[in-house]
């Protein structure tokens, strides 16, 4: 109709595998057809060299705390099975606060299941946005998101951590 604003709106997780490409033609109409993309975030401020490296410095205990000094003895316990075959050694994870795990965790459980971030169809269109000089807008920023994680008590943290682990 004239006048009638239309969105458009698709759901889906941040990493794929090359099989869920080429994508249904319907996403593709969909983008063509719309005047930005909005995301959850704008990636531009994910990338490290922007930015994101500082905001996961929020991640790390500055105030001498330890990952270990701060779970639970059945939490670290759990996260120390995790990590055996991956590449994060325990040790590595002690100045992390338990958010920070958790998010390791959640990129190793992904990477393990041959899931790409380059792959997720938030980067493809945003990529595709891009280079065609179309507006992105995001909907929380970066450092929202991680404020949110880094706010929380230490307790809700474990908690969050200790589902992350259940999913896995």
Same mark, same amino acid.
């Given at each position: ?6 969105m458009?709106?698709?759901g ?5 595998? +090359?099989?869920?490409?080429?994508l ?5 109409r ?7 993309l909005?995301?959850?975030?704008? #990636? +531009? $401020?994910?990338?490290? #060299?922007? &930015? &994101?490296?500082g905001? @996961?410095?929020?991640g ?9 000094s ?5 939490? +670290?316990?759990?996260v120390?099975? !995790?990590? %055996?075959?991956?590449? *994060?050694?325990? $040790?590595?994870?002690?100045?992390m606060?338990?958010?920070m795990?958790?998010?390791?965790? $959640?990129? *190793? ?6 899931l ?6 938030? %980067?493809?269109?945003y990529? @595709?946005?891009?280079?065609?000089? !179309?507006?992105?807008?995001? #909907? ?10 880094? %706010?929380?008590?230490? +307790?809700m ?9 259940? $999913?896995?």
């Amino acid at each position: 109709q004239s006048g009638a604003n239309v969105m458009y709106l698709a759901g889906s997780v941040h990493a794929l595998t +090359a099989d869920a490409y080429p994508l249904n033609p319907a996403y593709q109409r969909a983008f063509d057809a719309s005047g930005a993309l909005v995301e959850e975030i704008d #990636l +531009a $401020e994910a990338d490290p #060299l922007s &930015g &994101g490296l500082g905001l @996961l410095a929020k991640g790390m205990y500055q105030d001498g705390r330890t990952f270990n000094s701060v779970v639970s003895k059945p939490t +670290a316990a759990l996260v120390t099975e !995790k990590l %055996k075959n991956t590449p *994060l050694a325990p $040790e590595l994870i002690q100045p992390m606060k338990p958010w920070m795990v958790m998010l390791m965790l $959640e990129a *190793l459980g992904a990477q393990s299941a041959g899931l790409d971030p380059e792959l997720g169809l938030d %980067k493809h269109f945003y990529n @595709l946005a891009t280079s065609g000089g !179309k507006q992105v807008v995001g #909907l929380e920023t970066a450092e929202s998101q991680i404020d949110r994680f880094d %706010k929380m008590p230490d +307790a809700m943290q474990e908690q969050l951590l200790r589902s992350e682990l259940a $999913e896995m």
